[in-house]
Every structure is written in C-alpha cells, then in structure tokens.
C-alpha cells in the first residue's frame, strides 16, 4: 500500500474512531453502556484509544450501578424511617395519656455541675437553697405535647399550653420534683411519683407523672414524660373512705346506742316508779320529774343513732309519698314560721308508691325542713317537689350509689346561705354540726341519712354557697303489687343525635367530661368551656356556626343566664339549654331563669338528655 492509500486509510479510521466516540459520549451521558467502540484499526494507537474508552465506560458503569444502589438503599431507609416516625407520631397522639417530649440535657448538666462546684449532699443543698429547684423549669425545653395533654389542662391548643406551661405548676408540684434531681444526682434515669398540677382554668389534679431520661451518649436525648390523671380516682377512694368511715362511725353508734337504752330503760322505769310513790307538793318531786325528763330524752337520742345504724325497728309498707307530703303541709308551715314560704309541688291527683316505714319518711322530711329553716335565718322559701326519675347506665357525678332503674325522687330545696364543698362531704356525719354550742346535736341530717339507708333509699346533696341546697332522695319505684319497678332498658337505637355544633359550658369538670363523651358519641361537634368568660371567648374566635349551647345556670361570676344574654350579640341565631343541679322550680323562684326556659336538671340520663337538645334543634 502506497503512502497515499495509507494516508487515506488513517483518515477514515480517525473519522469512524471520532463517531463512535461521539456515539459513546451521547449514550454515557444518557446513562446508556450498551455502545462499545469496537476494535481493529489497522492504527493500534487508535485500538489503544477505543479500548481506554471502553474501560472508562465499564468503569462508569459500575460507578453508576453502584450510586443508584446506594440511591435505592438511602430511599429505602428513609421511607423507613418515615414510617417508623408516623407510627410514633400516631401513637404519640392518639394515646388518652398526657405525653410531653422535652430536653433537659441543660437540668443534668446542672445536676452534674454542682458535683463539681464541691456539693457532696444534694438533700442538704437542696433544704439549704429551695429557691434552686424552681430554677429547673428554666433549664427544661419543651420540644412537643399531644393532644391528650391539650385536653386535660383544659387548653384550646398546644401553643397556647405551652406559652402558658408554668401555669401548670405550683410550689406544691416542684417541691415533689426534688425526688427527680436527686435521682439524677445519684446516677437514676427513671422516675415515677405522684404529685398534684393545674388546669389552665385553675381546677387542681392529682397525677402520676413517669419520667424516662435516656442514657449518656444516645442518639437522641429528648426525654419523654408520661402524665396519667388520677383525680376520678382519688375522689373515688376518697368516697369510699367516708362510705367505710359511715358504716364504721354506723356500727359505733348502733352498739353504744343499744347499751345505752338498757340503761335508760332502768332509769327510766325506776324514775316513772319514784314519780308514782311521790306527790307532787313533795319536796323531792321536781327533782324525780327532771330525772325522767332527761331520761326520756336521752331516749329520743338513742333512737335517732339507731336510725343512722340502721337498727332500729321499722314497718315498711307500700306509701304514696305525695299522701304523705300533703298530710305534712300544715305542720310544716307552723314549723318553719312566717319568714319562710313553703311551696309545695307535688299533685295528689299522681301516685308515688314507694315501699318505706311512714314514720321514717314523716321524719325524713321533718329534718330536713328544720335544717332548711335554720340555713335561710331571716327568711327563705322552701320547695317540696316530688316526680318519677330513670336512672341509665349514665352515672352522674352526684349519684355514683344508685343502680340502674325507676325511682321516685323527693327534692328538698331552700333558698338559704348554702354550703362550701368541705362541709357538704361531712353533713351526714353523727354530730357534726355548723351551728354553734348548744344550738344543735349535729344528729337531724345523720338521722335522714340513716333512715333513707334503712329504707333502701339514697339521698344527695347539691349546693353552692349563697345559692341555697338542694336534697334528692331516691326510692325505689314500686308497683301496685308491691314489686319493684324493672329496670331502666337502653333506649339507644330509638335516640337520635347530630351533626350539629354544641357549646359545653360547666364549671364541673367530671359533669363536662361525662357531657361531652356523649353527645361526641351520638355525632355532636363539641366546644367546652369550663366558665363564662372562657365561652365568650370561644364564641368570638369561633368563625363558623355554633348551633345550641348547653349551660349550667350557677356558675363562679357569671351565671348561665348571664352568658346566654351576653352572646345574643356574638350568635344571634345560637339557640340554649340550661342544666343545673337545682330544679327549675328552685332556678325560677330565685329569679335566676324565666317561666318557659329549656332546662334539664342534673342528675340527667343519656336519652332525656338527648332528646331534649334534639327537639330543641327541631324547633
């Protein structure tokens, strides 16, 4: 081969070589390694060039396939991860336990810090400085809460619990925290204790709060604080306490009274006998008389704590107690005098039949009009009502004794000085007694409580001090036969709910609590407010429709009638219901509410409750 056919020859190789190249680049850069430059040029640094860039094509290639890999194997760890995280996240909020996420990295350095300042006894740094352990709350971050927590300090979301998280607490609360730093001090991670905190609405709450701090060195150093609200049930324990002291203080009574009337029944008896040998000008008589006097006395005191023991002697028969409260009218109105008016709601014309001793219920209703009498001091009005009740499976938080069934109610109300919660818890106790020395034995209300008891009665108390008390007495509905009314069946298919949006407003947390799991339950949209002022507030944030609210009438600085008037402006078309503890005869005496108002008096049941929002919706 001549130069020049050489020439040529090296010319069309360079331009193939330069195509395929070319071709490789595009589908390098497409990410396509299928194109090879294929080798045998009669120029071997050509063959050397093609073979190079295939080799740097195999080279990227595996670059390649190796990235996506790892591509595919960080995709896969984070969707993972995401998941892991979303599984975190719903159990976080969904759980009804209060659970706050919070970084106290800074309280074990300090913790850790005192240490090296030269403190060798942490309790007694602690007793010498208790203003430090206010200082923790500065060094806790608060990174997270759910909703749970929301809920039970009564807060309308998170931030606002958490701008206002120290609120929460009290002396009381950080003094129990001392256990926390001294468990740090000696190297513990996990903590559990009881201790009290506040709602942002100020109610009080005993909780158990569990504290888990990670170890030194993990991956992530948050801490995760568990609050479980345990205020239902120290209230329980603590009605269970009194229930036990009742019976206790009951079986005391009982035995000292029935000794007691053995040795009356001899001084009385030889007194009697020493009246009958004497005349009475004898000079010895007035002192006989005063002996059998107080004797007999004595006697009616014996009888009164057997009532509350539950020993005496008693005929029960079948009573209309409306017989018996129209029988009792004159008598009390010569009892309680002409300063307090007795208003009697009760209809001859409707039979209550309940199963009782007579002179028992005579003396029920009695006592408790002399004990009204003495609450309204210069004047009142007492209210006699009586009506047919169901009681549901819906307990109330006045009511936990009473089992599911018809009841005949007794409502004794007066308009008198009522009482403070620490007095109401001890009212049925053997004398215990709010009126001054000898102006009382402190038996009249123990004595009620006695014979409701022996009766297979219950008897409740509602009052608000300056509002007057309200007494209900539950017993059993009997029918004419003698035998007791069935019990109350679940109407739940028949009740009908809503989608409506109600505005709770209670000042009572538990009656709150039980209110609104029911109507969420029956499709209600529920806003809660725990006073006036907090509803006020709802109703002017609140951009959409509220349909019905739902208040207590007797509430701390604004009643409900108040709230109700005061609203008209914000929601017009808002239509109302008022609940209470007292009846709307009480409400409407003292002036509270107006003739004709939607009421529904607590204890409610689900279906009465239900239907009366529901109708009043349909109006």
Same mark, same amino acid.
């Given at each position: 081969?001549?130069?020049? =056919? ?61 990235? *996506?890999?790892? =591509? ?33 990295? !800074?309280?074990? +350095? ?7 300042? $030269? ?39 998170? !931030? ?5 998280? *120290? ?64 205020? $239902?049930?120290? =209230? ?13 203080? $009951? ?16 001084? &009385? ?112 009005? &007492? ?23 018809? +009841?005949?109610?007794?409502? %004794? ?18 004398? +215990?007694?709010?009126? $001054?020395?000898? *102006? ?20 409740? %108390? ?11 007495? +539950? ?18 298919? =028949? ?15 538990? %009656? ?23 509803? &006020? ?5 609140? !951009? ?44 409407? #005496? ?6 004709? #108002?939607?009421?529904? *008096? ?6 009465? &409750? ?10």
């Amino acid at each position: 081969m001549n130069p020049e =056919e050489q020439s040529n020859l090296r010319q069309d190789e360079a331009e193939r070589l330069t195509e395929e190249i070319l071709d490789v680049i595009l589908s390098l850069s497409a990410l396509d390694f299928s194109k090879k430059i294929e080798v045998g040029y009669e120029d071997s640094n050509f063959n050397a060039v093609a073979v190079g860039l295939n080799m740097l094509g195999q080279e990227l290639e595996r670059s390649v396939i190796s990235k *996506q890999a790892l =591509e595919e194997e960080v995709d896969k760890r984070t969707k993972e991860l995401r998941v892991r995280e979303q599984k975190y996240r719903n159990i976080f909020e969904s759980t009804s336990i209060s659970i706050w996420e919070q970084d106290v990295s !800074k309280l074990v +350095y300090a913790v850790d810090a005192l240490r090296s300042d $030269g403190i060798k006894d942490i309790k007694k740094f602690l007793s010498q400085n208790p203003g430090w352990i206010f200082k923790t709350l500065e060094w806790v971050s608060i990174v997270d809460v759910n909703r749970a927590s929301v809920s039970m300090f009564e807060a309308k979301n998170k !931030k606002e619990l958490l701008s206002r998280f *120290q609120e929460l607490l009290k002396e009381e609360t950080l003094k129990s925290f001392e256990s926390v730093v001294v468990g740090l001090w000696n190297g513990k991670r996990e903590f559990d204790f009881e201790t009290v905190m506040w709602t942002l609405s100020g109610h009080r709450l005993n909780v158990m709060i569990q504290i888990r701090i990670p170890p030194k060195g993990a991956p992530n150093n948050n801490t995760l604080m568990s609050i479980v609200n345990l205020t $239902g049930q120290r =209230e329980l324990e603590e009605q269970l306490r009194q229930s036990q002291k009742m019976e206790a203080v $009951g079986r005391l009574a009982g035995g000292v009274a029935h000794d007691f009337n053995n040795l009356l029944t001899v001084m &009385l008896n030889y007194g009697q006998m020493l009246q009958e040998e004497l005349k009475p000008t004898d000079s010895m008589r007035k002192q006989v008389d005063a002996i059998v006097e107080c004797s007999e006395r004595a006697s009616a005191l014996t009888q009164q704590l057997l009532a509350f023991s539950r020993k005496q002697v008693i005929t029960p028969n079948i009573l209309n107690l409306n017989d018996i409260l129209t029988k009792l009218h004159k008598m009390l109105e010569r009892l309680l005098g002409e300063n307090v008016l007795l208003i009697n709601k009760v209809s001859p014309e409707v039979s209550m039949l309940i199963k009782a001793d007579a002179n028992q219920v005579e003396q029920i209703v009695m006592n408790l009009a002399i004990n009204a009498c003495d609450a309204m001091g210069s004047g009142g009005k &007492l209210i006699l009502e009586t009506s047919e009740v169901e009681v549901d499976a819906l307990h109330s938080h006045d009511r936990s004794e009473l089992e599911p069934g018809h +009841y005949v109610m007794l409502v %004794v109300s007066d308009t008198g000085c009522g009482m403070p919660l620490d007095v109401q818890k001890r009212i049925f106790e053997p004398f +215990y007694t709010t009126k $001054g020395v000898g *102006q009382g034995t402190g038996l009249g209300l123990s004595t009620v409580y006695g014979n409701m008891k022996q009766n297979q009665g219950t008897i409740t %108390v509602y009052s608000e001090e300056g509002h007057g008390t309200t007494f209900k007495l +539950y017993f059993p509905k009997i029918n004419k036969d003698g035998s007791i009314e069935a019990s109350a069946s679940s109407n739940e298919d =028949e009740t009908t709910g809503g989608s409506e949006t109600i505005l709770l407003v209670e000042d009572e947390e538990r %009656v709150r609590t039980v209110a609104r799991t029911l109507l969420a339950k029956y499709g209600y949209k529920v806003l809660e407010a725990c006073n006036g002022g907090e509803a &006020l507030l709802i109703c002017e944030q609140e !951009k959409g429709r509220i349909d019905i609210m739902l208040t207590d009438v007797i509430m701390p600085n604004m009643n409900g009638k108040q709230l109700a008037e005061r609203l008209k402006t914000i929601k017009p078309d808002m239509k109302v219901v008022f609940m209470s503890g007292y009846t709307d005869n009480v409400i409407t #005496e003292n002036g509270v509410l107006d003739e004709g #108002e939607s009421f529904i *008096q607590k204890p409610f049941t689900s279906n009465s &409750l239900l239907k009366l929002l529901r109708e009043k919706l349909d109006s």
